[in-house]
Each structure stands twice: as C-alpha cells, then as structure tokens.
C-alpha cells in the first residue's frame, strides 16, 4: 500500500515538475525527417508572398508533395522590422506579405501542404531583424496564432560565444512555450552544430539541430569557404558519430539541400556541383536521416534536379520508420561505405568515391554489415533495377564524387 502511495507520488512530481527537470519533453511530431523548402539559400531577404504561394504551387504540381514534401518554410527576412526586439515588435512585413502569414499557412493547408518561420532567442536575428529575445511565449502563441507548423529557431549570432547553459535555456525556453500551444510546432534548433547540441536536444523536445555551420554551394572545397562555411563532404564528415544521438522525432540537421541551386544562387556562396555530386548530396543526406529541405528555385528546376528530389526508393530510406541514421563503416583512400538498417531488415548501402579515378567498389554483408547471410538481393536505387542474388561480396563501378545507392535483402530459404 505505502509501495503504491510513494510510486503514484512519484508519478505526480514528475508530472507537475518535469517540464522543469529531467524528465524529457516531447512533442510527439518529426517521427520522419522532415521533407520541404526553405526560403534561405537561393532567396535570402527577397522573400514575398508572391514567390511563396508560387512555391506552395510548385511543390504540389511538380511532383514534390507526393513524393513526400510537405513544409514550405520562411527564413529570416519575413520580419518588419530591422534592430532590436527591445526597439520594435514582431509583425510581418507588410510590404513583402501584405495579407499576413496566416493568409500563407491557410493557403498551404488548403494545398495538404504546412508552413513555416523563422526567429531567434536574440534581441535580432543574423539578419539583423528583429528577435524573440523576452517574447518568447507571446511569440510562439502569435505563431500558433498564424497557423505555423514549424519554427526554425536561430542563435548562430545571437548566441555564438554564449556559454552552453545559457544556450540550453534558451532552447528549452522556446521549446516549452511552443508544447504550451494548442497545434503541434517542429522544432528546428539552428546553433550551427556548437555546445554539442546532440546531446541535450534531444530531451528538450527538439526536433531538429543543425549538426555544423552554413553550407555551401560546394561538393568539395578546399578548407572552409570564407573561412566559415562547409561544403557537403565537410558537412558529411561532421556527421560521423553523430548517428547515435538522432531517431523517431529528433534528428541531426546537415543544412538544407544545395542541389539545383547550380552556383547561381544570389546570396549563398559557392560554385556549385554537377549532377553527380548533387544526387550524391541528395543520397548521403537521405541516409543520414537529415531533413530533406530543398533550397533551390521550385519553380524553376530542370528534369534532372526534379528526378534526384524526387526519387521514392531513396526517399524511402530517408522515411524509414526505424530511424536509424547510416554509419560510415569503412574509409579508405576516398572510398567510403556507409550501411542504414532499415525497418523490414534490409539494409541501405552507400558506395562512395570522393575521389577523381573511377573505382572499383565492394562491399561485404559480413565484414561491412556484419551481418551472417548467406544469400542476399541487390537493388539499385538510382537505377531503379534489381541486380540480382549474391553469396560474394558486391562490386560496382562507381564514378568521381559518385554514391552508388543500393538496398540488400537477405534470401531465406524456403523451409
Ligand atoms: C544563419 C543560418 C542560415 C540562415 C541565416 C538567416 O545563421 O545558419 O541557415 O537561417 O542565418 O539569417
């Protein structure tokens, strides 16, 4: 009797006090990465209704919706105002959206599509906008308000140098208030992968953080690109280790996708990749369980661009419900294998050459799956054809800056 009377104490204080103390939060949303757009990387500040129906447009008729896309998200640059919070409220600019953003995330809906926004725990945002610094509940009830199902929430400037219990407070700050709202808010936690932000983020009801800084427009830059930016093989390399800290509802962020921006983008730095790299960047971001958020013009994108956004068998990896991000499990002179256990028990493998040479890769069930099957089925994800039952291990030609993506399913023998 007493056993019980302490037990349901017990629950109660973790029910009143846990938002407070250890007790995770969770805001039940993101069991997938989420898939959409963000309006950052090829639009910056230049951001307008216009241009963000025409993308809600976009997405749904060149396939990308029902390919899986579902969020179409403003950046910083939404905002009115320019300087600080503690100078000016938080309203849209009525000049760049004149009927509101609720207008945009009624318009979304009425498409099955969700929208998102954008601000920062700072006094201003990167933009230099102003933030949500003091306001942190009235701000996430104004989204609630405007119908916004996704807040990527930015303190890459804000809070650069500030201490990691300064920054986890201001997390957990705006993620208490969003739960504290009546319609259920991602969260994106944008800290450009400092305070090792995986550890923590995951127990604050965090949806997603940005595992390094900026991307750029680049495959593979020598060095950072201003010093500050990575390219997609940084960014991939950043990840290593990392897998273990995302899963159903929490995930490590690699930065929107730079396929199809081409090079050309206004304000984002970099020259750009070939079609190969970027279906490569699209793969590895796929395997990696990273959201998948295009950055390019929707409008605009050539055939090309729309196979690699849209290719379901690798998107299928991405979604899978298991949730396990792949593993680098062997590097070699550039060549790299990357294995993801997937939901039904087959796997996902990744053949990569960051190299100039074509090669000849392989993989092993046993020794790079560690895996005991004997017989196996290789399917190949980009080309859309099975390639037959295997007792060796695999080799495929792979190109310059090619990942070669398969998925292998064990043979069982009929009894
Ligand atoms: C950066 C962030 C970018 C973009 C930008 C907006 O801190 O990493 O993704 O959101 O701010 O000002």
């Not at 939060?25 to 757009?37: F, R, V």
């Amino acid at each position: 009797m007493l056993r019980k009377a302490l037990l349901v104490l017990l629950l109660l204080s973790g029910a009143v006090f846990g938002a407070g103390s250890e007790k995770p939060l969770s805001n039940g949303l993101a069991k997938t990465p989420p898939m959409g757009w963000s309006s950052w990387n090829n639009f910056a500040e230049n951001i307008s209704e216009q241009l963000i129906i025409e993308t809600i447009d976009a997405m749904v008729a060149n396939g990308m919706q029902a390919a899986g896309y579902q969020y179409v998200n403003l950046d910083d640059g939404w905002q009115r105002y320019k300087g600080e919070r503690r100078d000016h409220p938080l309203e849209a600019d009525p000049v760049k959206f004149p009927h509101g953003i609720k207008y945009l995330s009624d318009y979304a809906h009425s498409k099955g599509l969700k929208l998102g926004i954008y601000s920062g725990p700072g006094q201003s945002t990167c933009a230099g906008y102003t933030g949500s610094e003091g306001h942190e509940k009235q701000d996430a009830a104004l989204f609630a308000s405007w119908g916004v199902d996704h807040l990527k929430y930015d303190s890459c400037c804000s809070h650069k140098d500030a201490p990691d219990d300064v920054v986890k407070t201001v997390f957990a700050t705006m993620s208490k208030a969003l739960m504290a709202q009546p319609r259920g808010i991602v969260l994106h936690a944008c800290h450009c992968g400092w305070s090792n932000i995986w550890e923590w983020a995951p127990a604050m009801g965090i949806n997603h953080w940005r595992i390094g800084q900026d991307i750029s427009d680049d495959f593979d830059y020598p060095g950072n690109r201003e010093g500050y930016y990575f390219d997609v093989l940084d960014m991939l390399d950043r990840g290593v280790g990392l897998e273990k800290y995302a899963g159903p509802g929490h995930w490590n962020d690699y930065d929107m996708l730079v396929v199809g921006l081409n090079g050309k983008s206004v304000d984002l730095v970099g020259a750009g990749a070939s079609n190969v790299e970027y279906r490569t960047h699209f793969s590895l971001w796929a395997m990696e369980d990273s959201p998948l958020l295009a950055s390019a013009d929707l409008r605009r994108l050539d055939a090309y661009t729309l196979e690699t956004f849209t290719n379901p068998e690798v998107i299928a990896l991405n979604q899978d419900p298991l949730g396990k991000p792949a593993k680098r499990v062997r590097s070699r002179d550039g060549l790299e294998v990357f294995a993801k256990e997937l939901a039904d028990g087959s796997w996902a493998v990744a053949l990569l050459n960051r190299g100039s040479p074509t090669a000849d890769m392989t993989f092993s069930v046993h020794k790079d799956l560690n895996l005991p099957w004997i017989k196996y089925t290789v399917r190949d994800l980009w080309k859309h054809k099975d390639l037959g039952e295997f007792e060796i291990p695999y080799t495929a030609e792979v190109i310059s800056h090619e990942a070669r993506i398969f998925r292998v399913t064990e043979v069982k023998d009929k009894p």
